[in-house]
Structures are given as structure tokens and as C-alpha cells.
């Protein structure tokens, strides 16, 4: 195989959809796995709708979800420019080639005749194709009347008849009439180059190998490869991948919930994890395991073992995914990405110092069990930084309001209040001590202490909570953190004025 050069070419006029996301994924997997060149180009040439904001953001999504390319905008590289807007002079060189070989020609129908064209071929009944009037044209003419300023756009003259078969590299031999082509634009009125034609140039300028993209592409590919012949390109490999579809088998869109790579970031989602769960859609190894670090992902990759079928975006499987990867992180990075979250809800201030990020660091791996993503944290964070027998649940106060309830939880303000340094051992011992002075055992006393120190029925082991909680009382944070000696005092004084 030659050398693998393969290109996502993404157009800046949004965010990065989880759809082109995949395709980028799926060549740079490629072009690692080959030892190849990877290339980010933009294809900025729909100028209403481009922005340099999307592009900003697009570079910024690619490098989160872990991706990086060997030539590109922001890079160089031998073969740029690398955004399409800088590359009209060739553009226009291989147009006017074309024209003068009698390869393309320059069409002057008008909008309004081209709308009449397709509501006659939808009338009878057969796909609407350009009828080719401005074909036999001469050239000089032609010439002439752009010159004198009338409007025309330059066209690719292709066969009427035959058949044109490709072999796509996930789909096989594939194979397309000529006659439902028509005749493609290649640069239109306003001298902006047509998707198909500026992607054609592009390619064999930068020597692109394999082109692996959406199955929604398969129709221009057979445009495209009229043009590499027309051209004297050799044409690259096709790899056509199967489109992304919500649960219902429709596109995937808003109303499925997040689809950008940057929504998923601010949801806490980990790079690793998306990485991870993109890769699975519409491939999977052989061995059928499913949590992949990105150098096994390289090492399985197989893009013909691609699969045909629609793939299918399962949230709740990227979330699970997502819990795989947060389990793998260390104490510290799981601390890192809580610290970001905590910051936002005003838990933390803007940074920490060595006694408070060690705290965190405890609490990072036993509060971050079972959670989805890092923007779940805040709640389970709570437990500490927010404590008020007021905001109790019904539940709650129904564990404190009956008679042991009651019992135990004066009994524990009242042992608390006398000791000076408490921790799980040590409630041990005053838990037994309260049992034998209430009475209270099982449920009823176990219920009312958890109740008594964290205002939750349910919840961290307090095991687990104690020495957290105390730790954290001693240590100044924007919201403080009671102790427990102060929250089983307001436990107590909330029942006893109820």
C-alpha cells in the first residue's frame, strides 16, 4: 500500500457534530495505525454560513477528544494552503484547463430555467437532471460573454451513458448510471468552486491516499471520479461509513439530546471515554471487548471490518463507558476534573492549597462511585458542603421524629458535645454506649445517627463521611463544612423545636 495520507476536511459553519466527529476519529485511527500523515483541512468556501469561531472551536474539540494532525491550518505543511478560501488561483487554473480541452464548458441558463427544468422532470415522473443546452456552446463565444460580464457557472461535461463502478473499501463494488449524473458544477456564478470540485483538486494537490467519509457522500463520489478522469488524477481509496442514527433510526439531532464533542465535554463527559465510545459506532474488535485505551484502538483497528448498517447513538451505553473511565483515573485527576465542577457551583474557591487539594483528593474516588459524568459531582459533594435539617426530606425527618429517633439524636449532640477529636472508631464506641442507654438498636439506631450527621437517609458510608467531614471542618472553603459535633446539634435543636 502506498503511503497513507488521509484528510478530515470539515466546514466551520457550527460545532462539531458527534457524526463528523467519528469520521475524523476513523481516519486518524487509520492514519496512525499505517504510519501515515493525518490532515486537518477547512473547507471554508460556503461563505454565509462559515465563521471563524466554529473553526476556532473545531480545532479546540479535535485536540479535547484527543486528536492531533500532522499538516493543517494551524500547522502548515507542504502541500497548503489548508483552508479552501486560499486556494482559489488553483481552483480556477484546472477550471480554465478543462474549458480549453473541451472537458467543461460555461453554462448560461438562469435559475429560473434551471426550476423549470426540475419541475418537468418531477412531473414525468424521473430524477431531475441538467438537460445540457448550453453544451454545444462554442468556447470563444462563451468566453466572450463572461468577459462582458454576463453570469455563468462552469460545468463538467460527462457521459450520457454507461456505467460508472467503484470499489468502496466497507461496501464493495459499487455502481451508478451515467445518465442520472447530469452535468456537475464546477465553479458557480460568483466564482466560488462547488464542493465537488474543490474537493477533487485538494485531494490529488495534497496527495490524499484514502478517502474515508459519510455514507451520504456515495453520490458525489461517482461526481468526483468523473473529474479525477477528466483531470488525469488518480483517484484515492473510498471508504463510505455508515451514518450516525438516534434509537428511534432517525439522524441524530437536538431532540436526542447533546450531538456536539462540545456539549459532551461540558457535561463531564471524558475525552477518553468519547474517544472510546466513537470508535464503536459501526466498528467493533474482534475480541469484543468494549473499554479501549486509544493504543488499543490503533493496534485493532480495522476499517474493512466497517460495518454497513446505520450506527446506532446509545447514550446510556456512553455513559456507562464513561464510568469505565473515570474508574481507571488516579485520585489526583479524578480531583482535577471535581475541582473544575465544584468551582462552578461555588463549593471551591479559584484555587486550592496543598491541606485542601489532599482533602480532595480522599474524597475524590469514593464520592466520584457510580456517577455518569463529573457534572454529576456537585450533588453527591453536597452531602458536605450543604447540611439543614430545614431542607430535610419528609423521609428524614420522619426517621428523627419518632420516639428512638428522638433519643438517639439527643443522645449523640449530647456525647459529641463532650469530645474533642471525633472519628469512625470513636462513634463506634458512643454508638454502642447510645444503644445501651436508649435501648434503641438495628434501624432505629443506625437510621437516626446517619440522619443526625449528614440530613440523608442514604448515602457514603459513614466510615467513609467521618473523617472526611471532620477533615473538611477544619479547612476554609467559600462554603464551610460543619463538623459533626455541630451538626448533630442542629439536628437536635431542630427536633426538639418541632
Known sequence: ???????????????????????????????????????????????????????????????????????????????????????????????????????????????????????????RGSTPVYSGRCRDLPIRESKQRVKAGEEAVVRLLTPDKGILTFHDMVRG?????????????????????????????????????HVIRGEDHIINTVKQLLLYTALGFAPPQFAHLSMVMGKDNTRLSKRHGATSVYQFSQQGILSSALFNY???????????????????????????????SAAIFDYDKLYWINRQHIKMLTDKEKAEKIFVELKKAGYLPDSLDHKQWQWLEKAATPLSKGINTFSDIKEKFSVFFIFSPETMTAEARKVIETDCGRK????????????????????????????????????????????ALTAQISGLGLDTFIPLVEEGSQLSFPVPIKGCAQRAAEISCFIRGT
Open 1 to 123: 500500500m502506498k503511503k497513507v495520507r488521509v484528510r478530515f476536511a470539515p466546514s466551520p459553519t457550527g460545532y462539531l457534530h458527534v457524526g463528523n466527529a467519528r469520521t475524523a476519529l476513523f481516519n486518524w485511527l487509520f492514519a496512525r495505525q499505517n504510519k501515515g500523515v493525518y490532515i486537518l483541512r477547512v473547507e471554508d468556501t460556503d461563505i454565509e454560513r462559515s465563521e471563524r469561531e466554529y473553526e476556532d472551536r473545531l480545532i479546540k474539540d479535535l485536540r479535547w477528544l484527543g486528536l492531533d494532525w500532522d499538516e493543517g491550518p494551524d500547522k502548515g505543511g507542504d502541500f497548503g494552503p489548508y483552508r479552501q478560501s486560499l486556494r482559489m488561483d488553483p481552483y480556477n487554473e484546472y477550471a480554465d484547463a478543462l474549458i480549453d480541452q473541451g472537458k467543461a464548458y460555461y453554462c448560461f441558463c438562469s435559475p429560473e430555467e434551471l426550476k423549470k427544468e426540475r419541475e418537468k422532470a418531477f412531473s
Open 278 to 308: 466513537l470508535a464503536l459506532l459501526g466498528w467493533s474488535p474482534p475480541d469484543g471487548r468494549e473499554v479501549l485505551s486509544k493504543n488499543e484502538l490503533i493496534e485493532g483497528f480495522d476499517l474493512t471490518k466497517a460495518s454497513r
Open 408 to 451: 438517639v439524636v439527643t443522645a449523640l449532640d449530647e456525647k459529641l458535645n463532650r469530645e474533642k477529636e471525633i472519628n469512625f472508631d470513636r462513634l463506634s464506641v458512643i454508638s454502642r454506649d447510645i444503644k445501651k442507654d436508649t435501648g434503641c438498636k438495628g434501624k432505629d439506631l443506625f437510621h437516626p445517627l446517619r440522619v
Open 173 to 209: 463494488s459499487l455502481s451508478f448510471q451515467l445518465s442520472l449524473i447530469g452535468d456537475p458544477v464546477l465553479i458557480r456564478s460568483n466564482g466560488i468552486p462547488s464542493y465537488n470540485y474543490a474537493v477533487v483538486i485538494d485531494d490529488a494537490l495534497m496527495k490524499i491516499s
